[in-house]
């Protein structure tokens, strides 16, 4: 395999998980926000989902954000008269962010982050190795 295709592939597969960490960062951010006026919404879960697209460049099919939409799920609801965002009956509706999956989702995410780090790097590695093999 060429190894600039190599490094398109890593390239494409970094710049999606970049944005999924992103992402749940966001989500991580909003845990615990509420709407700031009665009976308004509080933030909404994102999910990002991935897509393959094939690169005729490079005749390979690289990895790309398909979208990065809203995720459904009831909002969960606490007791809170003082919040400006509670309603009549004193109850505020919090957000539909489990902290536990997103520190999962950005687990995961980090690490398909490094394979493509070490991906890049093995292929430099060998890029250098073949030059310094020419040199001698």
Same mark, same amino acid.
């Given at each position: 395999?060429?190894?600039?295709?190599v490094?398109?592939?890593?390239?494409?597969?970094?710049?999606?998980?970049?944005?999924?960490?992103?992402?749940?960062?966001?989500?991580?951010?909003?845990?615990?926000?509420t709407?700031?006026?009665?009976?308004?919404?509080?933030?909404? &879960?994102?999910?990002?989902?991935?897509?393959? #697209?094939? %690169?005729? =460049?490079?005749?390979?099919?690289?990895?790309? $954000? @398909?979208?990065?939409?809203?995720?459904?799920?009831?909002?969960?609801?606490?007791?809170?008269?003082?919040?400006?965002?509670?309603?009549?009956?004193?109850?505020?509706?919090?957000?539909?962010?489990?902290p536990?999956v997103?520190?999962?989702?950005m687990?995961e995410?980090? &690490?398909?982050?490094?394979?493509?780090?070490? #991906?890049? %790097?093995a =292929?430099?590695?060998?890029?250098?190795?073949? $030059? @310094?093999?020419?040199?001698?």
């Amino acid at each position: 395999m060429d190894l600039s295709r190599v490094m398109k592939i890593a390239v494409a597969g970094l710049d999606a998980q970049a944005l999924r960490l992103k992402t749940v960062s966001e989500n991580l951010a909003n845990a615990n926000s509420t709407a700031t006026t009665p009976g308004g919404l509080p933030y909404r &879960r994102k999910v990002v989902t991935f897509t393959n #697209v094939l %690169d005729r =460049a490079v005749n390979a099919e690289l990895v790309k $954000v @398909d979208k990065v939409e809203e995720a459904g799920g009831d909002f969960q609801r606490r007791y809170d008269p003082a919040n400006p965002g509670a309603d009549k009956d004193g109850y505020v509706l919090t957000p539909n962010v489990n902290p536990l999956v997103e520190l999962m989702d950005m687990r995961e995410a980090q &690490r398909s982050y490094q394979a493509d780090l070490d #991906v890049i %790097d093995a =292929a430099k590695s060998m890029v250098s190795r073949t $030059v @310094d093999l020419l040199r001698s």
